[in-house]
């Protein structure tokens, strides 16, 4: 099976526990795109029931089974049709669940889809399984940040994070523009370069989390003006904030690029 994400320390990571028949009990997943995770989870479910040699080999029965999402050792958990939240009931019912000896597989897997739509009384039920689980069951859930779960939840599973990994490119390279012609340019061009995120809070958003990743790589690496990056770098979380609020689009841009014009250039 072809591995699902590109990051490589995600990837090498997943093929070493599974390679090493050491998949952990409790797996969290982190990322903004649900499909993303979905497919990182059922990759790792689907190793975790397969019989092939290298696992997951794709074509045993376990596999085949896992692909159409009808292995009786996989779980998917959701929250109910019409219903916000995942309950309590059904937390209780998976751990009940979870004694139940596997089918046909070495494990049972149970994929929690909306791990964050679990309230603290239906965390907490959860966490008593991850504390003393089941032998030869994996609890892996998906959430978009792990930060809406419990801290105690969190520290009993070993975090994948595609966070990292869900920007786009395109928005690494306009960062690095913005960083380049804040040096040597004009407003005019900064704002040109800017303009297509008047279209898009949510590509605003990414090319602020862009940012503020390259300007800490270049503060790293030393090479300009670190006082002016570095008090860059905390206008970025002003402007995050600024985004949750209903700034108009066009005066967001604008400030954005003459507050790091100004500051670039004290
Ligand atoms: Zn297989």
């Known amino acids: 099976m072809i591995f699902p994400c590109e990051n490589v320390r995600i990837k090498s990571s ?3 526990f599974i390679a090493s028949h050491r998949i952990p009990h409790a797996i969290m997943i982190e990322g903004e795109n649900e499909d993303s995770n979905l497919r990182l989870a059922q990759y790792i479910a689907t190793a975790a029931v397969c019989d092939g040699d290298a ?6 029965k376990n596999c085949h089974l896992a692909a159409v999402g009808s292995h009786p050792d996989i779980t998917y958990v959701e929250s109910l049709e019409g219903k916000k939240n995942l309950s309590v009931n059904q937390i209780r019912d998976l751990r009940a669940d979870a004694f139940v000896r596997a089918h046909s597989a070495a494990h049972r897997v149970f994929v929690i889809k909306d791990a964050h739509r679990m309230n603290a009384q239906a965390q907490n039920a959860l966490l008593k399984v991850l504390e003393e689980p089941p032998k030869n069951v994996v609890f892996i859930l998906l959430v978009p940040s792990k930060t809406m779960l ?8 070993v975090l994948l994070s595609l966070i990292e990994t869900a920007l786009d490119d395109s928005f690494t390279a306009m960062a690095d523009e913005f960083i380049d012609l804040l040096l040597l340019d004009s407003e005019y061009n900064l704002l040109k370069l800017l303009t297509p995120l008047e279209k898009s809070r949510v590509d605003a958003g990414k090319f602020l989390n862009a940012l503020s990743i390259r300007v800490a790589t270049k503060l790293k690496g030393g090479s300009i003006n670190a006082r002016a990056l570095d008090r860059l770098f905390d206008d970025i979380k002003y402007y995050q904030d600024l985004l949750e609020t209903n700034i108009n689009m066009s005066l967001f841009t604008s400030l954005i690029t003459s507050r790091s ?4 250039n004290k």
Request: glycine share 4%; hydrophobic share 40%; aromatic share 0%.
């Open 14 to 16: 997943v093929q070493n």
């Open 55 to 60: 696992a997951p080999c794709g074509s045993c």
């Open 150 to 157: 419990l801290d105690t939840i969190i520290s009993r599973c």
């Open 261 to 264: 014009k100004a500051l670039i």
